[in-house]
């Protein structure tokens, strides 16, 4: 079919049909703690997709609509079928909200199922039947490669491209030594770090001594143990005595859930002007403490040791710009066979410190004459400004004196050692290995530096990018870098098992071609007109990541161990950016005056670039291609970025799949909106006779049903409400994109956002439809809008732009409801107020009920305070919206001690204020419990405690107003369904710990946070 019409192609498995509930099950499933597959595992990329929709993306993408369902589901890794893999998901969910254990109903996770030849077989014969030939599959944007990993694995013919040559260099790892060399590369790996650490043993052992340490454990701590890792603050000099004291936002070294709690204890020296530390635990005894002592650093201000008070932020700013911001030692994690033990310094560990600076001293003038340790200058941008703001200028600046000293004998180490590497093991075999030992300091780099803190609650030292930026760290750990298991030990075994654990994971035993590019996706000079099948991509989400400017952090070490075999990727000081399609406002600052003109600048630079790689996609792909877009954003204006830059580019839209790749259990803590989901966008090159469309009414009422219609589907498909709101945008684009240009009927251009708003509206219509079935006639916007706020958010905090999404459909903004004393938002963050919250000390008197009503006027005595007049109380005589005076209902209903005492008291207030069954408080009242999130409705939840109000409401509704209300019985696990399943089998399970969270030192990143 190459060259063929739009019309002539046929339909893909992607635009007729996908199971996508069940790979959101399969998404969320990857992300739990300790179970991450390893490509995550491997090193440190931002952003990641999940395999399960990664490989759904690609497989759907290449097949006919018509493939047999039970091939598919099987390759796309599910335990039984996607129906199976939904109902066993339903089971943990139910069994986690009743607080009920079960036996773990699923399969091994969807990334590691076996992939069967006959199942390949079935699918590339398929394929070739639709496309002539094993169709070949692009990621112009790879990342960290989930997408050309999973077109790899199902024996594909793969081309990874990417800018960045950080994310190259983990490519190069990721997708072609798993598949040439497989598990024998660990092997030769491990042999050779061994070297490699002994090497490094013998040159730094001493600068980590063993200081004895009897004397503080007792009797039982003979001999002494080893230090694990050596935890410091920041220190600052005190603005009134000059000494230097330190800022610990927490004391505590170890804080686990159910076991002691365990501090350091400042103990100072006020006329010598020092302080040191005494470990002590929490509990109820006569050696311990009552409670940790207080903490000397908070939201960048501090406290002094000397003097109690109170450190500005500028100062604390300001000294660190004058390198005055010093590291003191103040905790020791050691290795016991019992565990974890912690003591105080001892000076041996002081001596060892001072020695450590001394030696590199000695040492850091021909390191640096041989370009071994990164002196680069950090450049000013979105997320380096924070480090340059803590006087961190240069990269070799986030490292303590000892820190660079190891890392500088890592690298010349490793160095000495390749020529006997490649002697031994040959070039391909030995450069492969060299890579993974780097990557090796990379993972030290990740967790032994200025930036990486101890994190107590889990008793293991963080990760620089527990989020996405540089963010200041006021304690930090270092590692024991020879200790056996720890150190570089442990750095060495996480790498070369990241890479053990890839090349283990099944594939289709016929290898198909893979190709890694580097450059950028504008440009892909290799690729010749119309010459691809299929591209999947992930691009960036707008200003989410900023790639290059956190990856230049591993840059500058991958540069020094991989750039002789890599320089056409590491030549540059730093990371390439101009071509990156990101918006980042810092790099049109230049010349700018105001901060939302850099920002817009950088915005029109972002969708430039992105019209630019769909462009050039679309130059490279067959004109019956495929190009499929994930996505992950609740940002309206990245989404009309997206579809803006695809329908310039040529495309049309023709499928949408959201995807939901967070778990439906942190949604039901409901304190926090963290909602988030994939969604798969497919579209085609648009036909060359598109033409113009008119945003007439008819095109307007095709976006809307459009977008109810599958706000409607994934509802029952069980998506959340967000991902039912976002996942509408796609068929609405449909519609949209069918043409190269929208005009209105006087010829003006209609942008994509006028179309989204439509889509929005609908969707937000629509549920207030489902909420309220007699309708909301006479509730005010703000009240329909909180209403919206906790359908479709389902949370009390949520953010800015998610809230924003909504307000279109009620005529309001965000801002207009905090304005009515609804919401409080601080920066991004918005949050609910609850009825308490908002209960006035005292009821309105008369003439302030007069200014409630009216407003002020002249002459009308003292005037209310605008705060409180927005507030409630129980006994005002009057409530300016429905909204107050169900809040207030509510509050009567808890003051009189609920039950009967409450409803009589309720009864009297709604008699009072003409409150009745079918009105609109009480309309109001029932939509708000259709929309209440599960945590509010349960009894002795924290959410239900915060917001009491729920339960009040739906308390009274029947007795008062003699409408039921909804039922909110836990049902807790289906029996049936859990006999059901456990007879159909349970594979091997991977998973026991399912419902139990636990830290894992290889957990690389965060859940990616949307802006
Ligand atoms: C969302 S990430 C891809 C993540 C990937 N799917 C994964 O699972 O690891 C987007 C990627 O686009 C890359 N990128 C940004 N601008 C680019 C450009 N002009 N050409 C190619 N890649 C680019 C970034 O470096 C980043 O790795």
């Known amino acids: 079919m190459e060259g063929g019409t739009g019309a002539a192609r046929p339909r893909l498995l992607i635009e007729d049909w996908l199971p996508a509930t069940a790979i959101g099950v399969e998404c969320i499933r990857e992300r739990s703690t300790g179970q991450q597959p390893p490509d995550k595992r491997f090193h440190v990329w931002w952003a990641r ?45 139910d069994a986690r909200a009743s607080a009920k254990k079960i036996k773990n109903p699923h399969g091994s996770r969807a990334f590691r199922a076996p992939i069967h030849a006959k199942d390949i077989a079935v699918a590339h014969a398929a394929a070739k039947r639709i496309w002539g030939h094993l169709p070949t599959v692009l990621d112009p944007m790879a990342g960290g490669g989930s997408i050309p990993l999973e077109s790899a694995r199902l024996g594909l013919p793969t081309l990874a491209n990417e800018y960045n040559p950080v994310a190259c260099s983990v490519l190069e790892a990721t997708l072609d030594y798993p598949f040439r060399f497989g598990p024998k590369l660990a092997d030769v790996a491990r042999r050779w770090g061994a070297v490699w650490r002994k090497r490094f043993v013998e040159r730094m052992d001493q600068f980590f001594p063993t200081p004895e340490s009897a004397a503080l454990l007792g009797e039982d701590a003979a001999p002494s143990p080893p230090p694990l890792c050596y935890i410091f603050a920041r220190t600052v000099p005190c603005p009134t005595t000059r000494h230097q004291t330190p800022l610990v936002p927490d004391w505590h070294l170890l804080k686990q859930k159910g076991g002691i709690a365990v501090v350091a204890n400042p103990v100072v020296d006020k006329p010598a002007g020092t302080w040191t530390t005494e470990i002590r635990s929490i509990e109820v005894g006569s050696d311990a403490l009552a409670a940790a002592p207080l903490r000397t650093y908070s939201k960048g201000k501090g406290i002094s040791l000397f003097t109690g008070e109170a450190i500005p932020a500028e100062w604390i700013k300001a000294q660190a710009q004058q390198g005055k911001l010093g590291s003191a030692l103040y905790a020791v994690a050691l290795k016991t066979p019992k565990g974890l033990r912690f003591r105080p310094p001892l000076p041996g560990d002081l001596e060892a410190l001072e020695s450590a600076d001394t030696q590199l001293a000695q040492w850091r003038g021909g390191w640096e004459a041989k370009n071994l340790i990164p002196t680069e200058i950090i450049p000013d941008g979105a997320k380096t400004r924070e ?88 304690t930090y750990s270092e590692f024991a870098a020879c200790v056996a298991g720890g150190g570089l030990a442990w750095a060495i075994e996480s790498a070369i098992d990241g890479y053990e654990e890839l090349s283990k994971l099944p594939h289709a035993v016929a290898r198909a071609s893979t190709e890694l590019t580097q450059g950028s996706a504008t440009s892909l000079i290799s690729l010749a007109d119309h010459s691809l099948d299929a591209i999947v991509v992930d691009p960036p989400y707008s200003d989410n990541v900023q790639y290059s400017e956190l990856a230049d952090f591993f840059y500058v070490w991958l ?25 980042n406002d810092s790099r049109f600052r230049v010349g700018v005056k105001k901060a939302k003109d850099a920002a817009a600048a950088a915005q029109v630079h972002y969708q430039r670039l992105m019209t630019q790689v769909f462009s050039e996609a679309r130059r490279v792909l067959r004109t019956d291609g495929v190009l499929t877009v994930m996505f992950t954003h609740k940002k309206q204006e990245a989404w ?21 790749t967070e778990g439906a259990h942190s949604l039901h803590q409901a304190k926090k909106n963290a909602a988030q989901s994939t969604v798969i966008l497919v579209s085609r090159v648009r036909a060359a006779s598109a033409g113009i469309g008119y945003f007439d009414a008819r095109m307007q009422s095709e976006i809307k049903a459009a977008a109810e219609r599958t706000a409607e589907r994934l509802a029952t498909e069980g998506l959340n409400p967000v991902d039912q709101l976002v996942g509408s945008f796609g ?96 920066a991004d963050k918005v949050n609910i107020l609850s009825a308490a919250a908002r209960r006035r000390e005292t009821p309105l008197r008369e003439e302030e009920a007069q200014q409630v009503l009216f407003g002020w006027t002249q002459g009308g005595g003292k005037r209310l305070k605008r705060a409180d007049a927005l507030k409630i109380h129980p006994r005002d005589p009057v409530f300016r919206t ?97 006999d059901l399943l456990s007879r159909s089998g349970t594979a091997p399970e991977d998973d026991a710990a399912e419902g139990i969270e ?12 949307e802006e």
Not at 59 to 84: C, H, I, K, N, T
Not at 764 to 776: E, F
Not at 796 to 818: P, S, Y
Not at 893 to 908: E, L, M, N, R, T
Request: charged share 25%.
């Open 387 to 474: 480090l340059m703001q803590r006087g961190i200028k240069r990269w070799v600046d986030m490292f303590s004196s000892r820190q660079l000293l190891g890392f500088g004998v890592m690298m010349e180490e490793l160095h000495t050692l390749r020529p006997s590497i490649i002697a031994k093991e040959g070039e391909e075999l030995g450069e492969a290995v060299l890579h993974l030992l780097a990557f090796a300091i990379d993972k030290m780099a990740n967790r032994n530096c200025k930036s990486a803190t101890w994190i107590c609650q889990a008793g293991i030292v963080g990760q620089v990018f527990q989020r996405h930026d540089f963010s200041f760290k006021a």
């Open 998 to 1009: 636990q830290a894992d030192e290889d957990d690389e990143e965060e859940d990616e946070e």
């Open 49 to 93: 997709r999940p395999l399960a929709a990664s490989r759904a993306a690609v497989l759907a993408s290449v097949l006919p609509a018509d493939f047999p369902r039970d091939v598919f589901e099987r390759l796309l890794g599910f335990y039984g079928s996607a129906d199976r893999v939904v109902k066993a998901e339903q089971l943990l969910v």
């Open 640 to 660: 009309e970025a997206l579809f803006a830059s695809l329908i310039e580019a040529g495309f049309t839209i023709t499928a949408t799949w959201p995807v939901m």
């Open 559 to 583: 540069k020094r161990s991989q750039g002789y075999r890599r320089p056409e990727w590491f030549s540059s000081v730093l990371c390439e950016n101009s071509e990156e399609a990101v918006k």
């Open 882 to 978: 429905h909204l107050d005076r169900a809040q207030a209902l509510a509050l009567v209903y808890s003051d009189a001690g609920g039950d009967a005492a409450g409803i009589g008291a309720a009864k009297g207030f709604s008699a009072r204020h003409g409150i009745k069954t079918g009105d609109a408080t009480v309309r109001l009242i029932e939509a708000l419990l259709q929309a209440a999130p599960p945590a509010v409705r349960r009894e002795k939840s924290e959410m239900a405690g915060k917001f009491p109000e729920f339960r009040a409401w739906h308390a009274m509704l029947q007795p008062m107003f003699g409408t039921s209300p909804p039922d909110w019985m836990e049902k807790g696990p289906d029996q049936h369904m859990l």
């Open 731 to 826: 068929p609405a684009m449909e519609v949209f994109s069918a043409h190269d240009q929208v005009k209105t009927d006087t010829g003006e251009t209609v942008a994509v956002g006028q179309a989204i708003d439509i889509a929005a509206d609908a969707v937000a219509n629509w549920r207030i439809r489902q909420l309220a079935k007699g309708g909301l006639a006479g509730v005010e916007p703000e009240a329909q809008f909180a209403l919206l706020c906790w359908a479709t958010l389902r949370a009390a905090e949520f953010r800015f732009n998610e809230a924003k999404l909504l307000g279109h459909a009620v005529g309001m903004d965000v801002g207009t409801l905090e304005h009515a004393g609804l919401i409080t938002r601080k």
